[in-house]
């Protein structure tokens, strides 16, 4: 079946540090892959997205690169703010499956001013 | 953006009882809506998915007796955990589709943290 896997939490980073948190994916199709991100005591809010291989999703200075060959979609952030501070959920959909979702586990990331 | 709120954002209720929470789209129409399962440091698993005006679709291993979901308006979706017991202690989400917008789109609610005594 269709699975997500992140790289285990908590991440903690000073600010203005790299960030990197790595999801890897399994899908019996072709998936659309999702970065979705919950801040505290608020709904998880779609960060970026990418719908086929090798497109870039961007938004709030975070990128992800679809890489087909490496069933990856690392979210990545040159310089993270306190207010990046929030649970970061990788996700995917195959269009067979409708708008159902896959999530992976999330992860933690508390970013220190 | 579009909001999805719903309530209780908490409750604590007695094993053996009834609990309902409430799935709302504020500021759109939804044909169809998503309720989730968090379990602590562990993904959203999807339990349902709520169509309005017709029953429900449930994964497999959920119980529908156990987890009753109403969709009666294009707002609104209800998830009622029956005879509740602690097992069933966890964080629910719901999420709405716009049927306005393309398959992708989906709003998420804050969750609801139901504790079983």
């Known amino acids: 079946g269709d699975s997500v896997t992140q790289m285990e939490g908590p991440v903690t980073l000073s600010e203005e540090a790299f960030l990197t948190i790595n999801c890897t994916y399994t899908?019996?199709?072709?998936?659309?892959l999702f970065w979705y991100v919950q801040y505290p005591g608020e709904g998880l809010q779609l960060l970026l997205k990418?719908?086929?291989?090798?497109d870039k999703g961007s938004n709030k200075g975070f990128e992800a690169t679809y890489r087909k060959e490496t069933t990856s979609f690392h979210l990545e952030k040159g310089s993270v703010q306190v207010s990046d501070s929030a649970v970061y959920f990788c996700?995917?959909?195959?269009?067979?499956?409708?708008?159902?979702?896959?999530f992976g586990e999330g992860t933690q990331l508390t970013v220190n001013p | 953006g579009a909001v999805v709120s719903q309530h209780p954002s908490w409750v604590i209720c007695k094993s053996g009882t009834s609990v309902k929470i409430e799935c709302r789209s504020l500021?759109?129409?939804?044909?169809?809506m998503f309720w989730y399962r968090q379990f602590p440091k562990q993904s959203l698993m999807l339990m349902a998915t709520?169509?309005?005006?017709?029953?429900?679709?449930?994964e497999q291993g959920v119980e529908k007796d156990k987890f009753l979901i109403n969709h009666a308006s294009l707002t609104l979706s209800t998830l009622t955990v029956t005879s509740a017991h602690p097992e069933d202690s966890s964080f629910y989400i719901c999420?709405?589709?716009?049927?306005?917008?393309?398959?992708?789109?989906?709003?998420f609610g804050p969750g609801t943290r139901l504790t079983v005594l």
């Open positions: 999420s709405a589709r716009d049927s306005g917008q393309s398959t992708d789109t989906q709003y």
């Open positions: 709520s169509n309005e005006g017709s029953k429900a679709t449930y």
């Open positions: 996700a995917l959909r195959v269009r067979t499956s409708g708008s159902r979702l896959t």
């Open positions: 990418a719908t086929k291989a090798d």
């Open positions: 899908a019996t199709g072709y998936p659309s």
């Open positions: 500021d759109f129409q939804a044909t169809t």
